[in-house]
């Protein structure tokens, strides 16, 4: 009886057990479940959406759709996977054990951006029923598995952003047939891998493709002429590659193109005009490249074009008409191409644009008050072009400018005040130009200014003492300027200097600021060529920072700070200075009292940098009146006087420049003009100087020296300018009367022109801005000096080339000051084949005698040889003559390379011939003639 009923107990039981047991087995073995867990417990770490992938017991109704309700898990109504999406998870680990075979259905498989390694698994491929597949943005390495041409229903395929090899296999795309392969597929993206090899001709066969993605990899080879097939592509990307050849003229049939970008390969050749033809062009990269010829010039045809970018390639000829009323444009990029054009024609008005570089190009013309209508730009750079004119103040519209960069012009008139309105300005740079007038102080309104860079260019007047309030600023040069007055304390508070302080190469005058020792982040100071004075503060011990300083050409004195910079900084960072000290530097004499002894014969009398026109007359009528007492007591031509008067702008002695020269022995002789011998003087601290010895026969010459010797004196240091030479001091004692320049270390021009390395080396480029320096020396003496200085003896030999062969117009023996008061009648002075005519048969000196000297030199610049016969051919012309340039040009150099230098020459000889025309009032200013050289040549 116990026993029935335990059998009827186990009866009533048995298919609840075999049901549960038919449950819990139907959990377990669900293929999908499994592998997903499986792939799971095989990850390196657990991420959140992942903590929802557990096993959990289920009703009747729902065993077989556990994994349905898993983040990142999605499933059709039969309870099977069609979607995995881990995007954006940062999980760690592969794909080896993930089971592709499980997951029949599955559609979508989306794991971009997480730390997956390994290769991709080939039995991805079975995927037959797959339609996007993203594992962009790992750490995949290996091969693509050629089993991917299995996925004939993926629409969209990216496997960017990984550290996948080998080459793009043919086998992956369709055949002509169109049945085997990527069919479907209409987005194809491998950017950012290691994939190389050529482009397949087959990837033409992909009909449906809408995007192709290949840029940043290792491609090589040529475009595939069968890529025209894809008539259906939007965006085409093959950037950062090694592509070369040409662009094949097909692609004009792609007319849905609106993304184009080829940059940063090797292709060559022209721009297919068939571009042209895509009229729905929204991006087009050119960029850095070998493209020549001409820009597509229908390239904004469809007025659609928001980014063309074309750097760095060898584009030469007119700017695409198409641009100009191309509004649709936010981003420009034509710089380093050879690009000729009117700036203010070619150009519109683009309410749209935020960035346009043109720079370093052939662009001409002037800057339009137009720009100031681009009210969204935030970079403006048209460096290195031949733009004239002035800043237009309308610039100060652009409200949201950070970028303006003007750099390498030929642009003039002063700097507009209104630029202190760009309160989001971060960088200047209108360096290498011809601005002149004075640094506005609204400059110092640019709270945000980074860098700040004015240098290269004819500004004068103290520097704004506002500059210091630009409390970003990290680079600040306003080098080789004509900027004087005292350093402006305020300086000191721009304490985020780091890059560089330059304000060398100007008339700086007074001591450093010791406000200077706040700028502790700063690594480079060029304070040289200035007229400072004083000593070093103390307080530059404190800039640590500090990798290069240079003080040279100055008057400083006293000690050099004990700090690493000064200990590590070369001897040639402190010559020509008054009289530094240092107890660590051996080539500085020791810092102590300093024993002038009377055996050593130095004379050592050094006088503050002239300030002003009063103390400067004051000095010339004192030095005159000791030239006079001395001559009146010289009895013998031997006489030597051990008393004398030397003034000298650094560290330099009487006594050194004897030694130096061993009494100016004629083998330190370097040239020779009319008023005496220059030497070259090496001192023993290695400074290099140029002395000019002044000669006379006789002691009844002394007067003829004196004035020669006082009229240079008193010319020179009134002068100052870029073009120039630079007095640094004089002498005259005993027999010897002598100054001292800067020594140019490249001679004089007529030496190299007449030297046949010399000429190959002033190239037409050179020689142009040789005889633009000259013109500009020229108009500083005659419009910009009161009284004005006429120089009297212009030629070649007075022209010196520094080292890198900028002119400086040198020996002002002859230099004369025009009197308003005074007939300015003098004895004809100048070396023959220079002088005016009208000079033979008058003594009245004026302004227009240089201007005759300079076109004379500047044939001679254009010729290669001093025009004696052919000026005479001209003057005795009595008819107009046609001349042509061919005609004139010096024959050993190749003719010019391009027509815009043509026309800069044809200009300068066209100036050249109406000044040395014989009447001296139908000859133009210096003014005219440096101003009409600013000019296009075609304008002239």
């Not at 030929?410 to 290498?432: A, D, F, Q, V």
């Not at 630079?726 to 140019?744: D, N, P, Q, T």
Request: glycine share 8%; charged share 20%.
């Amino acid at each position: 009886m116990s026993n029935k009923k335990s059998c009827v107990s186990l009866a009533v039981l048995f298919p609840w057990l075999i049901l549960l047991s038919s449950c819990k087995t139907s959990f377990a073995s669900n293929p999908e479940t499994v592998a997903l867990l499986k792939w799971k417990a095989s990850l390196e770490n657990q991420s959140i959406i992942l903590q929802s992938w557990v096993s959990s017991s289920a009703t009747a109704n729902s065993t077989t759709a556990t994994h349905c309700k898993w983040h990142g898990i999605a499933c059709d109504d039969a309870g099977s996977v069609t979607e995995i999406n881990l995007a954006y998870q940062g999980i760690r680990g592969n794909l080896d054990k993930l089971d592709f075979s499980s997951f029949p259905n599955l559609l979508r498989l989306d794991l971009k951006v997480n730390q997956l390694t390994g290769t991709i698994p080939i039995d991805i491929g079975i995927l037959s029923k797959l339609q996007f597949l993203d594992l962009s943005t790992n750490n995949f390495f290996g091969t693509l598995p050629l089993s991917l041409a299995n996925l004939t229903q993926v629409y969209e395929l990216d496997i960017s952003r990984n550290n996948i090899t080998g080459v793009l296999d043919s086998s992956l795309f369709p055949d002509k047939t169109g049945r085997t392969g990527l069919i479907s597929v209409r987005k194809f993206l491998l950017q950012t891998t290691g994939l190389g090899g050529r482009i397949p001709d087959e990837i033409g066969n992909m009909k449906n493709l809408s995007l192709l993605a290949l840029d940043e990899n290792q491609f090589h080879g040529c475009i595939p002429v069968s890529i025209g097939n894809l008539s259906e592509l939007v965006i085409l990307r093959l950037s950062s590659n090694r592509l070369s050849g040409n662009i094949p003229p097909c692609i004009g049939n792609m007319r849905k193109l609106t993304d184009l970008r080829l940059f940063t390969n090797q292709l060559s050749g022209l721009v297919p005009s068939e571009l042209g033809n895509l009229s729905s062009l929204t991006v087009l990269h050119l960029s850095e490249n070998n493209f020549s010829g001409y820009l597509p010039q229908q390239v904004c045809r469809g007025g659609k074009l928001v980014n063309f970018t074309a750097a760095f390639n060898n584009f030469s000829g007119p700017i695409p008409v198409t641009l100009k009323n191309c509004h649709s444009l936010y981003r420009v990029r034509l710089e380093h191409n050879q690009l000729t054009g009117v700036l203010d024609q070619d150009f519109g008005v683009y309410p749209s644009l935020t960035y346009i570089d043109l720079s370093f190009n052939k662009l001409s013309g002037q800057l339009s008050s137009k720009w100031g209508e681009c009210r969204n730009l935030t970079l403006l750079r048209i460096a290195g072009n031949n733009l004239v004119g002035e800043i237009p103040a309308e610039i100060s519209q652009l409200k949201k400018l950070a970028v303006l960069d003007l750099s390498s012009n030929r642009i003039s008139g002063e700097i507009p005040t209104e630029l202190g309105k760009l309160s989001k300005l971060l960088s200047l740079s209108l360096k290498r130009n011809r601005i002149s007038g004075q640094v506005p102080g609204e400059i110092g309104e640019l709270s945000d200014l980074e860098s700040l860079d004015l240098s290269q260019n004819m500004l004068s007047g103290p520097i704004p003492y506002q500059i210091g309030d630009c409390s970003r600023l990290q680079v600040l040069s306003l080098a080789k300027n004509n900027l004087n007055g005292t350093i402006p304390y305020q300086i000191g508070n721009l304490v985020a200097l780091q890059g560089l302080l330059d304000l060398s190469y100007n008339f700086q005058t007074g001591e450093i600021p010791f406000q200077l020792g706040k700028l502790t982040s700063l690594e480079q100071l060029n304070l040289s060529n200035n007229n400072l004075s004083g000593t070093i503060p103390a307080s530059f011990s404190n800039m640590l920072s500090l990798i290069a300083i240079n003080l040279s050409d100055n008057d400083f004195e006293g000690p050099i700070p004990d700090s690493n910079i000064f200990r590590t900084t070369p001897p040639s960072s402190y010559s020509n200075n008054k009289d530094f000290c240092s107890n660590f530097l051996p080539y500085l004499r020791t810092c102590t009292k300093n024993v002038r002894s009377q055996e050593n014969n130095k004379v050592r009398v050094i006088i503050a940098p002239i300030a002003g026109g009063l103390i400067l007359s004051l000095a010339i009528i004192g030095l005159l009146a000791l030239f006079r007492e001395r001559s009146s007591r010289i009895t013998s031509q031997n006489e030597e006087d051990s008393s004398g008067v030397c003034y000298f702008n650094g560290r330099i002695s009487y006594g050194d420049i004897i030694e130096a020269t061993r009494n100016f022995n004629e083998s330190y002789c370097i040239g020779e003009g009319g008023t005496g011998k220059v030497y070259k003087v090496e001192l023993s601290d290695s400074q290099v100087l140029a002395v000019k010895k002044l000669k006379y026969k006789s002691r009844d010459e002394e007067s003829d020296r004196i004035k020669s010797f006082s009229s240079e004196v008193a010319a020179l240091a009134e002068l100052r300018h870029r073009n120039i030479v630079k007095l640094h001091g004089f002498c005259s004692r005993g027999s010897h009367a002598f100054l001292v320049y800067e020594y140019i270390r490249r001679g004089s021009l007529g030496k190299m022109l007449s030297s046949e390395n010399g000429c190959e080396e002033l190239d037409w480029e050179k020689r142009v801005r040789i005889i633009e320096g000259v013109a500009q020396a020229l108009s500083y003496m005659h419009h910009d000096c009161v009284p004005p200085i006429v120089h009297r003896d212009i030629s070649s030999h007075n022209v010196l080339l520094n080292s890198e062969l900028e002119a400086r117009v040198s020996d002002f023996g002859t230099a004369k000051f025009l009197k308003p008061d005074s007939s300015n009648r003098t004895a004809i002075a100048g070396t023959f084949g220079y002088v005016a005519p009208e000079m033979a048969y008058t003594a009245v000196v004026t302004e227009k005698c240089d201007v005759y000297s300079y076109g004379v030199l500047t044939l001679e610049v254009l010729m290669g040889k001093h025009p004696g016969e052919f000026i005479s051919y001209l003057h005795s012309s009595t008819t107009n003559r046609c001349i042509d340039l061919e005609d004139v040009l010096d024959s050993r150099l190749p003719p010019p390379a391009d027509q815009q230098l043509t026309d800069k020459l044809c200009c300068m000889l066209g100036i050249s011939l109406s000044c040395i025309r014989i009447n001296p009032h139908s000859r133009p200013t210096m003014r005219d003639v440096a101003r009409g050289l600013q000019m296009e040549a075609r304008s002239l």
